[in-house]
């Protein structure tokens, strides 16, 4: 039988604010190289960011739940000038946090 993936716990935030600023910049460039540059992709990133420093204020350190949280406030943003989704949001800030821990993203490992 298959084992289960182990949760990933972020380290307990220091300064949340600092972190958002990292996160928004970080997922702004992932944003503008994945496709074309685009104007909505700053507000894309601001929302995302502050969602994320809202929950890490909250002492939200579980990245599954950080994740699922980003999904579900990003539904009410309006994607229609964007090529990105909710989903493809809250991967991308998953991959950026698993990077930013040096944990390799690629096969559950």
């Not at 204020?57 to 964007?82: C, P, R």
Request: proline share 4%.
């Amino acid at each position: 039988m298959a084992e289960p993936i182990q949760a990933i716990t972020l380290p307990a935030a220091q300064n949340p604010q600092q972190e958002g600023q990292w996160l928004c910049a970080s997922l702004q460039h992932w944003l503008d190289q994945e496709f074309l540059p685009e104007v909505v992709n700053h507000s894309i990133a601001e929302r995302a960011a502050q969602v994320f420093v809202r929950q890490r204020m909250e002492g939200e350190n579980d990245l599954g739940s950080l994740v699922i949280a980003i999904v579900t406030e990003m539904q009410a943003f309006d994607f229609s000038k964007s090529f990105y989704s909710e989903f493809a949001i809250a991967n991308a800030v998953s991959d950026l946090l698993l990077e930013s821990l040096g944990i390799d993203r690629c096969c559950g490992q």
